[in-house]
């Protein structure tokens, strides 16, 4: 890898190869054997790399740009306390020096042991109660310490800040712009005022069935890059993001088992639909970011057309109707509540199948 120095830290991430990431493995303090093949990852890069004894470790290359190495930190930090609290995680596995996190020309990486299973295929009653026994478990742990540099889940991190940046990068179409901006603002302002007073902390923040590997019938944790500062039903209303009545008695049993670890105050109930409008704004401010990236037009083609923003437009618009009818305070919010709907898009953007 002797030009590794010479390549900005993006374009490098853009051209890791087999070789490159071997060399960092090595540079880590690990023998590796020539074995190296890539995993299913859109935002990171992830590899399954072969070490000279034989034994098989995930090297994880993190984005440049997006986290810094005290949240990355802190990220690693909460996985360390699940795993001392036996909660079952996919946990980080240290460099022979004691640490989790490196750094190769400007790219943090760090290692997980190779772990089998698979993503649920689908929630039975019993499986949710699981699942919210484990979800509470995460959370009794999140409260035992403090992320003073990860994100804040609310509306102008995840809403606000996205908008301006699509609204300063020419993402969105003419025609769409007023109305997706002011759904947008409207849920960020519902976000906020539903968190108000919310006690918040350290959460999965991803929590979705495609996190998770079932693996001898005990669930596993995964990928906590997108922790967050935030409300326990962050983590309860992605697993059961449907809103039927199936999905509504899948939640109970939630909600069921994870109080038999933790209190879950009911009233927050209430933030799924502004959260589901976040991640929305979220979900689409990450693909227009992410679009120099050379996988992602060959993944979303349908990204950036008319009729992408048209869909997401509507559906931003059906969870300011909602919100106008549970809790109708202005006559902007009345005005945004008369668009017309569209059904709601699938929010698990990272859930590889």
Wanted: hydrophobic share 40%.
């Amino acid at each position: 890898m002797d030009d590794i120095g010479k390549l900005p830290a993006t374009d490098l991430f853009l051209a890791l190869t087999p070789e490159r990431v071997l060399d960092a493995v090595e540079q880590g303090g690990l023998r590796c054997n020539p074995v190296c093949y890539p995993l299913n990852s859109f935002e990171n890069r992830v590899y399954e790399v072969e070490l000279e004894d034989g034994r098989r470790v995930v090297a994880k290359f993190y984005r440049p740009g997006r986290w810094s190495q005290a949240q990355l930190l802190e990220e690693h930090a909460f996985m360390a306390d699940l795993v001392r609290a036996e909660v079952p995680i996919c946990g980080n596995r240290p460099f022979p020096d004691g640490t989790t996190l490196k750094q190769v020309a400007g790219i943090w990486f760090c290692l997980y042991d190779r772990f089998g299973g698979r993503a649920p295929d689908e929630l039975t009653p019993e499986l949710a109660q699981r699942l919210g026994m484990m979800a509470a478990r995460i959370h009794n742990v999140g409260d035992g310490a403090r992320a003073h540099h990860r994100l804040v889940l609310g509306g102008e991190t995840h809403v606000r800040q996205n908008l301006r940046w699509l609204l300063d990068h020419g993402a969105l179409p003419a025609s769409l712009r007023e109305r997706y901006s002011a759904a947008a603002l409207h849920i960020a302002d519902a976000v906020d005022a539903g968190l108000r007073q919310v006690p918040v902390g350290r959460i999965h923040g991803d929590f979705h069935p495609g996190n998770l590997l079932l693996r001898d019938g005990v669930f596993h944790a995964l990928d906590f890059d997108d922790m967050v500062v935030g409300p326990a039903v962050q983590d309860l209303w992605l697993l059961v993001p449907g809103q039927d009545a199936a999905s509504l008695h899948l939640q109970e049993c939630l909600i069921e088992g994870y109080q038999q670890f933790r209190d879950f105050d009911r009233r927050t109930l209430a933030l799924i639909e502004p959260l589901r409008g976040l991640r929305l704004v979220h979900y689409a401010a990450w693909l227009a970011r992410r679009w120099h990236d050379p996988v992602f037009p060959q993944v979303w083609p349908h990204f950036g057309t008319e009729e992408y923003w048209a869909d997401e437009t509507a559906s931003l618009e059906a969870i300011v109707r909602h919100e106008v009818q549970a809790n109708p305070t202005s006559d902007q919010a009345a005005k945004a509540a008369e668009e017309p709907t569209l059904t709601n898009k699938d929010y698990f953007f990272d859930w590889e199948g």
